[in-house]
């Protein structure tokens, strides 16, 4: 069958006061075919929401997202970012990919264990010492990934306040004019190209000097793409995890029998991590639209040349045709091959430290704060990509 042209849906579905999947996903998943959906910016889209299609959509590189910068791409927002690796095709996306992958190996990951370490056991001593109650948010889950990326990157830590606002205003969906959203973006790229030329004369043991050193010595990216780069990982390498560590701990708490079990079987804190990923759908809707290059089959639609297709993996990791009773938390589940990182060419390159991250964030917790629990009110992030806390007050 050709993808279907009745009025789209107005999307995203999901709302931002919480971690609900949207039921809209579920009539989708059960209708056949593609769904056509309309984004507040940008023109219609198909809507992937079946987990083998998603595969396969985000696996052939017949969709493109280079293309979507020729388009009216969908957006929730009137400010449009064109650059940067997550916009890229292969070979430009795995020239620069190479570049940063041995960082964000398993193999480097798990050397950055023990200062991980150290950096959530340093935030649980400040926690117990302040007292309850406590914002997890602002006194845990988001100064331990920024203080490992700045690290790892080579960001001064202090400057964590200035690069914030930058951050939240990435993905921003608000009201931002398009202006707005460029002049903020470009104030990060100032900053970035400052922070390039102190390295350029003074050289230190991280990502940002070795990928000086490939612009510099090898000639393989250009200076656009180098602070583009260090950019991209600086907002990726702490924004996600900041927002999973709240939603992973406030869906734990909703389910207590989970928690109980990972408290007395700590061992299964990998798996559960899986099992969260899983099950948590962290964005507000589907991002990123990819742009058929030919007709192409996508289970049983035509999607013509030229169509942009939006994937959601939140969706498909609750399909029910890949996950035996996918709306069940099983921290015990296995074989877990969900959809949380992404998949195919821009799967997500920093998966294996986020998972370390995630990992010490939720042993420390556990371990430390065996009564954790809410002690007031979330205050949820608005008009955002990702769906989370802004501030979640705990006591123990």
């Known amino acids: 069958m050709t993808a279907d042209t009745t009025t789209p849906l107005a999307y995203p579905f999901n709302t931002a006061d919480g971690l609900q999947l949207a039921d809209a996903y579920e009539h989708a998943r059960d209708q056949e075919g593609l769904l056509s959906v309309r984004m507040p910016y940008g023109e219609p889209a198909l ?49 620069l ?115 000086i050193e490939a612009r510099d010595g090898g000639d393989r990216l250009s200076e656009e793409e180098l602070v583009d780069l260090c950019v991209a990982v600086l907002v990726a390498g702490h924004e996600t995890t900041a927002t999973q560590i709240p939603n992973f701990v406030l869906t734990l708490l909703d389910h207590p029998d989970q928690l109980a079990l990972l408290r007395a079987r700590p061992e299964l804190i990998p798996g559960a991590v899986e099992e969260l990923l899983r099950f948590v759908p962290l964005g507000s809707g589907a991002a990123h639209p990819r742009y058929a290059t030919e007709d192409v089959v996508v289970g049983t639609t035509l999607v013509r040349a ?53 990992q010490e964030a939720l042993g420390g917790l556990i371990s430390r704060f065996p009564g954790l629990r809410l002690a007031g009110d979330v205050v949820w992030k608005t008009e955002m990509l990702v769906r989370g806390p802004r501030a979640m007050p705990v006591a123990w």
Not at 53 to 81: C, I, K, M, T
Not at 171 to 195: I, Q
């Open 47 to 95: 809507l992937v929401t079946r987990y083998a299609d998603a595969r396969f959509v985000l696996g052939d590189q017949r969709f493109s997202r280079a293309l979507a910068a020729e388009h009216d791409a969908p957006r929730q927002s009137e400010g449009r970012n064109d650059r940067g690796i997550l916009s890229m095709d292969p070979p430009d996306h795995t020239r």
């Open 97 to 211: 990919r190479s570049l940063v992958a041995k960082a964000f190996t398993v193999r480097a990951a798990e050397r950055l264990r023990p200062q991980v370490k150290e950096f959530t056991a340093g935030l649980l001593d400040a926690l117990e010492e302040t007292g309850a109650p406590a914002d997890l948010v602002d006194g845990f889950a988001l100064p331990l990934p920024v203080a490992v990326i700045c690290r790892l990157l080579g960001v001064p830590l202090e400057d964590r306040p200035r690069f914030r606002i930058w951050s939240d205003a990435a993905l921003s969906t608000s009201s931002l004019t398009a202006a707005e959203a460029e002049a903020n973006r470009e104030e990060l790229r100032v900053y970035m190209a400052g922070l390039i030329e102190r390295h350029r004369e003074e050289p230190q043991d991280d990502l940002m000097t070795a990928l």
């Open 306 to 358: 030229g169509t942009p297709v939006l994937v959601a993996a939140g969706a498909a990791n609750r399909d029910a045709m890949r996950f035996t009773a996918p709306g069940v938390l099983d921290i015990s589940r296995e074989g877990n091959q969900h959809l949380g990182f992404g998949h195919g060419a821009h799967h997500c390159l920093g998966a294996p430290l986020a998972r370390l991250e995630l």
